[in-house]
């Protein structure tokens, strides 16, 4: 079997890739640099150009190529950027897919949980619709193009993923080295609600959604239990024997620090259910926040 695999050289297309491998699937990593061997091809979304050899006859398409949300402040050129990246991008894809004789079975195309907006206290899952915001906006566009793949008969799912826990990088690696020194601290009231998941589970939610057909639309890589940033805090103090400081950093200084990212990325609350991946059976690995960190750390 061959999978295609957009934004494999990031952290999760890396792992996702790795794992495929282990599984003896054969992966083809989209580059945007000449390709080095028959396990890359070569393709160029800002110039609506991609290699359709290597599409054709793939089983599968996993779309995580996009701008990075949180590498620098918000500039209305880097939005666009944010934007073009991720939409103009996936309709590159899918453009591409409208043009083989054998198109794959399945994409799994990226999302967020920003789609919801904020959705305070309230418990909710893929039935939600959206919320209002710069990144919901954005989501509702990525998925939209990703959706376009099942007019071809292609099963489309979009990851309407969380915070991705990882202690090689992503908002954890950049976490961790204040927290070794017994700075962290709440963030804003501490009462918004984040929604996580492992690493490790992530990858294996990924795996579950290729093989299984009954998982179409969106889709929420999150585990079952979503924690507020004040218990975030605490726990990933406690699990690396440290303490943290409880004066909150007041929302005022993050939004003059970060921008809109602040507003957009940190303190809306997000308390959201893996309702379909639970549906159809997925058991995880790590499902309380103590015993992710324990595995990561």
Not at 29 to 35: K, N, Q
Not at 38 to 47: F, H, K, Q, S, T
Not at 64 to 77: F, H, Q, V, Y
Not at 260 to 271: D, K, M, V, Y
Request: with cysteine; aromatic share 6%; hydrophobic share 40%.
């Amino acid at each position: 079997m061959t999978i295609i695999v957009t934004g494999a050289s990031g952290l999760l297309g890396g792992l996702l890739t790795e794992a495929l491998r282990g599984q003896g699937q054969r992966v083809v990593r989209m580059v945007r640099r000449p390709p080095e061997g028959d396990e890359e091809a070569y393709w160029e979304p800002r110039e609506d150009v991609i290699d359709l050899s290597a599409l054709e006859g793939a089983e599968g398409v996993v779309h995580l190529a996009g701008a990075p949300i949180a590498d620098r402040r918000w500039s209305e050129a880097y939005k666009r950027e944010l934007v073009r990246s991720r939409v103009d991008g996936t309709r590159v894809l899918v453009n591409a897919l409208r043009q083989l004789s054998r198109p794959p079975e399945v994409l799994v195309s990226a999302s967020g949980v920003d789609f919801y907006g904020d959705t305070g206290d309230r418990v909710i899952d893929e039935s939600q619709g959206k919320g209002t915001g710069f990144l919901a906006d954005l989501c509702e566009l990525w998925e939209g193009e990703a959706r376009a793949a099942g007019e071809l008969g292609v099963r489309a799912a979009q990851l309407r993923t969380g915070l991705v826990l990882s202690g090689r990088g992503g908002a954890l690696g950049r976490m961790l080295p204040i927290f070794k020194m017994g700075l962290g601290a709440p963030l804003g009231s501490g009462k918004q609600y984040w929604s996580w998941i492992s690493e490790d589970d992530w990858v294996q939610a990924v795996l579950h959604i290729l093989k299984n057909r009954e998982l179409v639309g969106a889709v929420n890589v999150v585990t079952p239990n979503p924690v507020t940033n004040a218990e975030f805090t605490t726990t990933l103090g406690k699990a690396l024997r440290k303490g943290t400081v409880p004066m909150p950093v007041p929302a005022f200084a993050l939004g003059i620090g970060l921008g809109e990212f602040a507003r957009e990325g940190l303190l809306p609350s997000h308390r959201i259910l893996p309702g379909k991946l639970s549906d159809t059976g997925y058991r995880f690995t790590h499902s309380h926040l103590d015993a992710a960190f324990g595995a990561i750390i």
